[in-house]
Every structure is written in structure tokens, then in C-alpha cells.
């Protein structure tokens, strides 16, 4: 039951990437709705499902880019990996709002990073639109900071979401 709400979640953001991403167009912000998904379950300490959303959110990313099969993939699943050992390794207080805002700071610029490096190491289509290493400082600090306003709805169907996975998991506990 926890896959299946995990999957509805992931399919509702990527609507909305979707539609937002039409909205950006033409301009330097590429907001990335699936990214903050991905940070956010990995910022759970007791939660091992953030490599099936990672895993997920960059194949179905995948899928709908332009660039080499396997950039989003592999860069949210090396953001998700480091971001989850560094909480449980280093982070031992409960995270507040500044600890989440860095961590999310962090977690977007990785996944900018690695989605760079991924694009160039991998192999690509002749047709297909390589991403490139242009100046882009720009575009990486308009994201951040239209990723963090867009973080507070994504954090919100987050926490709605677990909700609903414990009230599933205890009925069915109860049922047992």
C-alpha cells in the first residue's frame, strides 16, 4: 500500500511538472517539483522508501526528456543517497526550518550537478538535446530559489501522503 500512495504522489507531481514547466518556458527557472520529492523522502531518517521515489521519479523524468536515458535517474538517486547518509550520519538534532532550507539548497544544486555530469558521461541519440555547460550560475540560483517557494506545497502532500500511509498501515495492523 505504501508503493501504490508513493506512485500516486510521484504521478500528481509529474502532472504538475508538467504544467509548470510550460509556464517556465522561455525563461531561466527550470523548477523541478519531482526533485523536491525526492530530497524531502530522503530527509526521512526511518523511511527507506526514498530510493523507489528516487528511482522512479528519474526514470519517468527520463522518459520525458530530451537528454541521455539515465541522467535524472542516476542524479536522484546519488542526491537522495548522499542527502539520507549525511541526516543519519552527521545530523543527530530533529531537522527545523533552516536545517530544511539548507538541506533543499544542497539537494538542488546536486541534482543540477549531477544531472550535468550525467549528461555528459552517458551516452545520447544524435538527436536528442544534450544539456549543456553553458554560464548558467544564473539559472541555478533562480531555480534554487523558485524551488524553495515551491517546496512548501510539494512538503505539504508529503506529510499528507505519510499520513495517509500510517492510517493505511495501523487499519491494516488492526485488521490482522
Known sequence: MRYIAYTILILILLALNMEIEHLFYGTPVRLNLLALLVIF????????????????????LDFYSSGPFGSFLFSFLFTAS??????????????????????????????????????????HAAFSDVIEFNPVILRIIFSIIFGLFASFPVFALWRFALKIIIGMETKRLALK
Request: charge should be positive.
Open 41 to 60: 523522502s530522503a530527509l526521512e531518517k526511518k523511511e527507506v522508501g526514498f530510493l523507489f521515489i528516487a528511482f522512479f521519479c528519474g526514470l519517468l
Open 82 to 123: 548522499l542527502l539520507n547518509w549525511s541526516i543519519k550520519t552527521f545530523w543527530a538534532a530533529e531537522l527545523n526550518f533552516k536545517s530544511i532550507f539548507l538541506f533543499l539548497s544542497v539537494g538542488l544544486l546536486a541534482v543540477e550537478i549531477f544531472l550535468r555530469i550525467f549528461a555528459k558521461i552517458l551516452p
